[in-house]
Every structure is written in structure tokens, then in C-alpha cells.
């Protein structure tokens, strides 16, 4: 069975801090992607970024960046210089390669960001 | 590339009535699935299609739940008697998935919020 954890229900900073959201999964997969999504209060889910298993190697994409440790079984994702356009709730999700090819995701309870002004 | 729509965006009905939503996928994607997600949960799992075939269904998805995807475009996911635990947000998302395309990511429309009284 597949499990993700975000054990940050909420967190709230004051804009320009730097942020981190946790994510750690379980899987029994050997080769599975992993996600972060966010969904504003708008309701609709923006892919931001994938990760799949061989590759654990950190990425920047602007104020972004995202940790992916195998070792610990975590992705974690921070937000630098945040700001309250950042406001929203971060989904980690996880897929693994079925027969059948499903790649349906299985999500973490999410994390609420509020970034202050 | 319009995304991926979905209607009605809100619907209330009374407990044991019939309804029915409809999802747009992405033209030129081949996967479509179908999540249920609760006031603060992440998404979970219903089904999903691959072109028009429905591979996989998720234990959620009780005999009232059905769901379509005829000619491998749009798809229609309908509940029969509804139940006041069906409220929730239904989401769609689709994908392409390919040997030559390896972007398994899913790409979500802005759901249907469903409502039982």
C-alpha cells in the first residue's frame, strides 16, 4: 500500500520568509514519481512539479526548490522569499508503475500555507 | 491547450436524486481519472480510463457510481440516490502517457462541487 505523510497541517509566515513543507511517503514500489500540487482557493489543483525514483537530484525553479531524499523516504519542498500569492494548500502525491499502467496519484492530507503581508 | 473542464462547477440536489457531471480532458491526452476530494483531504482515487476503456476502479466507488468515457473523449461520471456522503468536490484530471512522452503528470479541471441535502 502507498501512504503519504504531511504531518504540517498549517503554517503560517510573514511574506519574505523562507519556507519549508514536508512531505515522506511509503511505498513498496521500486520505481514510482513523486508530487507536489497546489491548489489555491480557487479549488483547481496546478501541477508544480515530478520526480520519479532514479533521479535525486534537488531542483530551483525560481523560488522553488524541492529535496528529494531516498535514504529518508521524503520530498520536501521550500519556498524562498515567500509571498502571499504563495498562499494556498500544497499536495505531496505519490505514483507508482502498475500493470494495469495506473498512475492515479495517492495524496497527502496537505499542508495550508498563509503567508502574511 | 484550453485545460481540462469540468460542469456543472456546483451542484445541489436532494438526498436520493440522480446526478450526473461531465469532464473535458485535454484533446490530446489518453488517461482521464476521476477523485473525490473532502473538505480537508487530499484527492482520492475513483477510476480512471485509458482512451475509452475504464481500467481501474477504486473500492470508493460503490454500485451507485458510474462512470464513462465513450470514444475515448469526454467522460461522464453519474451517481445514483444520491446519499449526504456524497458531498464532496469530484475531480477530473487527464494525461498523456506514451512510450516517447514520459510527462506523467496530471493535469486537473477546476471540479464539481456537489452538494446533498
Known amino acids: 500500500a502507498q501512504k503519504v505523510t504531511q504531518a504540517q497541517t498549517e503554517i503560517s509566515v510573514v511574506e519574505k520568509e523562507d519556507v519549508t513543507l514536508d512531505c515522506v511517503y511509503e511505498?513498496?514500489?521500486?520505481?514510482?514519481?513523486l508530487f507536489w500540487y497546489k491548489q489555491p482557493p480557487s479549488g483547481e489543483l496546478v501541477f508544480l512539479i515530478r520526480r520519479n525514483s532514479f533521479d535525486e537530484q534537488n531542483e530551483i525553479s525560481g523560488r522553488y526548490s524541492w529535496n528529494f531524499q531516498k535514504s529518508t523516504s521524503s520530498f520536501n519542498f521550500t519556498i524562498t522569499a515567500s509571498q502571499v500569492v504563495d498562499s494556498a494548500v500544497y499536495f505531496c502525491a505519490l505514483s507508482g508503475l502498475k500493470n494495469t499502467g495506473r498512475r492515479a496519484l495517492t495524496f497527502g492530507s496537505g499542508t495550508r500555507l498563509q503567508v502574511q503581508p | 491547450d484550453t485545460g481540462v473542464s469540468q460542469n456543472p462547477r456546483h451542484k445541489i440536489t436532494k438526498r436520493g436524486q440522480n446526478v450526473t457531471f461531465r469532464c473535458d480532458p485535454i484533446?490530446?491526452?489518453?488517461?482521464l481519472y476521476w477523485y473525490r476530494q473532502t473538505l480537508g483531504q487530499g484527492p482520492e482515487f475513483l477510476t480512471y480510463?485509458?482512451?475509452?476503456?475504464?481500467?481501474?476502479k477504486s473500492r470508493l466507488l460503490s454500485d451507485r457510481f458510474s462512470a464513462e468515457r465513450p470514444k475515448g473523449s469526454f467522460s461522464t461520471l453519474e451517481i445514483q440516490r444520491t446519499e449526504q456522503g456524497d458531498s464532496a468536490m469530484y475531480l477530473c484530471?487527464?494525461?498523456?502517457?506514451?512510450?516517447?512522452?514520459?510527462?506523467?503528470?496530471?493535469?486537473f479541471g477546476p471540479g464539481t462541487r456537489l452538494t446533498v441535502t
Open positions: 480510463f485509458q482512451n475509452e476503456a475504464q481500467l481501474e
Open positions: 484530471a487527464s494525461s498523456h502517457d506514451s512510450r516517447r512522452n514520459i510527462a506523467y503528470e496530471q493535469y
Open positions: 511505498t513498496r514500489d521500486t520505481t514510482y514519481y
Open positions: 484533446s490530446e491526452h489518453n488517461r
